[in-house]
């Protein structure tokens, strides 16, 4: 099941201007990064936490708060928050860090607090704690609540890339992608961004979905739940079966149109879905 949104794709190819494909691969291939980087909010973390009479005295610029830069680190575990044991016979494993247990960062840098909390503690912090931490900066506030619209308020921002689903790495790329265009004239390809969500959340995601659709760009997607099936501009059905059965376009049209098509396996679920969303 192919689902097109947004009317300008067929024919009309001078309508869009950039081409992005939201696909489930790892968004860090090390714990350095994490949602509060790949999403750039710490930039701006970093910034409140340079601003506060304390870092200027002690002249800690935004550099110091990052985990990546020296001078802010924790040293023995140079940022990473836990060391690699060597075992003899076995595999290393990796223990909390004895220095900075875990925190990251050095002792003169964790003295730093804004609003009460350390660097540290923020990272500790979920999409939806730091929601509300933040509630009054706008530029972290921002990225923050997209977060939680795709239904990723539990992640923690601290969170490393390492430890993601395909589905989180998914919306994480997609809240990135929402906060950065409101130009339009873009193409987004998505692979079943509705596989593994709660119902609610699947309907979160729509919903910034058709924001997307709203801003002028086009969401393309395959999707085999009726759900967002449902609400696309129109459908194309592939088919009829699985595997070497398939790979014929069976019928292309509005969700109604596929519906009524006699010879589409999609059509009787797609009719139901319709059915029960009119309900
Ligand atoms: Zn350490």
């Known amino acids: 099941m192919i689902e097109a949104t947004g009317g300008h794709l067929a024919g009309d190819v001078d309508a869009v201007q950039r081409l992005v494909q939201v696909d489930q691969k790892p968004i860090g291939r090390t714990p350095r990064s994490n949602l509060a980087t790949y999403t750039g909010l710490f930039d701006h973390v970093r910034k409140l936490f340079a601003a506060t009479p304390d870092a200027r005295r002690r002249r800690y610029d935004a550099g110091r708060f990052s985990f990546n830069v020296a001078k802010g680190r924790c040293e023995t575990c140079e940022g990473e928050g836990f060391v ?17 247990h875990g925190a990251r960062y050095n002792e003169a840098t964790l003295k730093v607090q804004w609003n009460g909390r350390n660097i540290a503690e923020v990272l500790q912090m979920t999409v939806d704690e730091a929601s509300e931490f933040f509630a009054g900066e706008d530029a972290v506030a921002r990225p923050l609540q997209l977060l939680r619209d795709i239904g990723l308020g539990y992640l923690r921002l601290g969170q490393p890339a390492t430890e993601l689903s395909g589905g989180e790495a998914q919306r994480i790329k997609l809240a990135t992608e929402l906060q950065r265009s409101q130009r339009g004239r873009s193409l987004y390809v998505l692979d079943e961004p509705t596989t593994g969500l709660h119902a609610s959340d699947a309907d979160r995601l729509l919903v910034q979905l058709q924001r997307l659709v709203d801003a002028g760009n086009t969401v393309v997607m395959i999707e085999h739940d009726m759900r967002a099936v449902a609400q696309a501009d129109w459908v194309i059905d592939v088919g009829p079966g699985a595997g070497d059965a398939g790979g014929r376009i069976v019928i292309a049209g509005s969700p109604g149109q596929v519906a009524r098509t006699t010879n589409s396996r999609t059509a009787p679920f797609l009719a139901q879905e319709l059915a029960r969303a009119r309900t």
């Open 84 to 100: 690699s044991v060597e075992l003899l016979f076995m595999p290393s494993v990796y223990a909390p860090c004895p220095t900075c």
